[in-house]
């Protein structure tokens, strides 16, 4: 064998080890955990308030089918938008606030904004929040950040502009865990009051469009029944904050 080609094995193999690394990590890791400090990701609260949240939307594929189910179950959920998706889907960004749920700001394109200026994390956010409000008559309050990646300086921006920033503790990994009763299950057995639940609307591992959310759909009215067999109640982020002012207490560190 020449050294060419031991070369290129070499390098197809650390490749293959590399690619094997970001799906261990993206599967059974949450990236969020590092990030959490200085943000809002739970809130501390004896009352069993938990919100639902969706990301990367609007879709014309799954939207609609999550808006269904969340209408079935009555639930109330945050969709934080793209706002390209709102551009380009406007329609749907109406129908989710027409039938009362929050939409919060996930910038514009899902850009990492972890090396922006302070003026591009500025015109970002303040865009989408004009394509929002154009669009859905909705003026929110609150960002998420794509990815969860950010540093102690762009929270602070962040927070300057009138924005805040919502994580979450409980992350279903809808994007890559193919099984709609895994991610039930998974939620059951670590939810506690105060909780933020992840789940998306749009995207996949490679794109922030389309994607498969067939189980995300299906794991609706599982969720909703398990949950409020446990005595949970789906609330509003604007509900769960109100928590947060009654105990002045919000869970803003990491573990």
């Not at 909705?138 to 805040?164: C, E, F, H, L």
């Not at 991610?183 to 057995?189: A, G, K, Q, W």
Request: aromatic residues 12%; hydrophobic residues 40%.
């Amino acid at each position: 064998m020449s050294i060419g080609i031991m070369i290129i094995l070499k390098i197809l193999l650390a490749a293959g080890f590399i690619a094997l690394g970001v799906i261990f990590f993206c599967v059974f890791f949450d990236q969020a955990i590092l990030t959490r400090r200085g943000t809002i990701y739970r809130v501390q609260t004896n009352a069993k308030k938990i919100v639902l949240t969706f990301d990367d939307g609007p879709s014309p594929q799954w939207t609609p089918l999550i808006l269904d189910e969340l209408k079935k179950a009555n639930i109330k959920a945050t969709f934080f938008m793209i706002g390209h998706h709102v551009k380009k889907y406007p329609h749907l960004a109406k129908r989710v606030a027409e039938e009362g749920h929050t939409i919060g700001n996930h910038g514009y394109a899902h850009s990492v904004i972890l090396y922006y200026t302070s003026a591009e994390i500025e015109e970002e956010i303040k865009y989408t929040e004009y394509v929002i409000h154009q669009i859905t008559g909705q003026t929110t309050q609150y960002y998420r950040p794509p990815k969860a990646w950010m540093s102690k300086g762009i929270k602070k921006k962040i927070k300057s502009m009138g924005y805040q920033v919502i994580l979450w503790s409980l992350n279903s990994k809808d994007w890559v865990t193919f099984n709609h009763q895994y991610m039930v299950n998974h939620i059951l057995s670590r939810v506690k009051s105060g909780d933020i639940l992840l789940f998306h609307d749009s995207g996949s591992v490679l794109t922030t469009e389309g994607g498969d959310r067939l189980q995300t759909v299906a794991a609706i009215p599982l969720l909703a029944q398990g949950l409020r067999m446990r005595g949970f109640e789906f609330v509003s982020i604007e509900e769960l904050l109100s928590e947060k002012n009654k105990n002045n207490s919000v869970f803003t560190k990491t573990y």
